[in-house]
């Protein structure tokens, strides 16, 4: 059983920066790829960036250059750091991981960036 928890959104203004981290429970964490998703209203839930456990790193195109993830094994912890925020920015963002044939999701937290 895998459960994670996101936390660190909120309110920003346009070109300003925050950072989500997710935190993982369960000893499986080091070894799984962890990605970062997004759900704006009305939309699709969207790749926003993933990392597997040796550090390699995918972006979608649209947060290339201004959104970092990076991940603490040993906190079990996730992150995505996010610069240069725009308003269409604004969503859920949800943390995700893969064990086996099982999909385990964070219950979301809300980025809202205003201009």
């Known amino acids: 059983q895998v459960r994670l928890v996101e936390s660190g959104g909120g309110l920003v203004q346009a070109g300003g920066p925050l950072r989500l981290p997710c935190a993982a429970s369960?000893?499986?964490?080091?070894?799984?790829?962890m990605g970062w998703y997004h759900q704006a209203p009305g939309n699709q839930r969207e790749l926003v960036a993933t990392i597997t456990s040796g550090g390699s790193t995918n972006y979608a195109d649209s947060v290339k250059g201004r959104f970092t993830i990076s991940r603490d094994n040993a906190a079990n912890t996730v992150y995505l750091q996010m610069n240069s925020l725009k308003p269409e920015d604004t969503a859920v963002y949800y943390c995700?991981?893969?064990?086996?044939?099982?999909?385990?999701w964070g219950q979301g937290t809300q980025v809202t960036v205003s201009s």
């Open positions: 369960g000893s499986m964490f080091s070894i799984n790829t």
């Open positions: 995700k991981t893969r064990v086996g044939p099982l999909t385990y």
